[in-house]
């Protein structure tokens, strides 16, 4: 996997303490290699598995949770948990943008946190 290989030089380096740029091979970006990103609302709890499906794929998901919180905060809680379950067994990251916003990842994708 190229990108895999990018991201552990740019990790590399940064544990060396280097700065700068690495240099990425034409090869890596000539290829097909591509992330979905999905823009998603959780409307009630049954959207839940809809969503742990998209992220199976390898799809990045944005999603949206205000609807499912105005509503029902029980069943926010319980969604949000059970999406959580899905991220950490499958090894991708979860974090909740503001009240209103969650970014779901598979494994190979992490959110920096600064």
Do not use: W
Not at 21 to 26: D, L, N, T
Not at 32 to 60: C, M, S, W
Not at 68 to 91: H, M, P, Y
Request: proline fraction near 3%; include cysteine.
């Amino acid at each position: 996997m190229p990108i895999k290989k990018i991201l552990e030089k740019i990790m590399h380096r940064k544990s060396e303490g280097e700065k700068g740029f690495v240099e990425v091979p034409e090869s890596v970006l000539a290829g097909e290699q591509k992330v979905n990103v999905r823009i998603e609302k959780l409307r009630d709890f049954l959207d839940t598995d809809r969503i742990q499906h998209l992220l199976r794929e390898g799809n990045v998901i944005f999603l949206g949770i205000k609807d499912l919180g105005s509503k029902d905060i029980a069943e926010l809680k319980k969604s949000v948990d059970k999406l959580r379950k899905t991220c950490v067994a499958s090894g991708g990251d979860i974090v909740g943008i503001e009240d209103d916003y969650l970014i779901l990842t598979p494994s190979f994708a992490k959110i920096y946190r600064g």
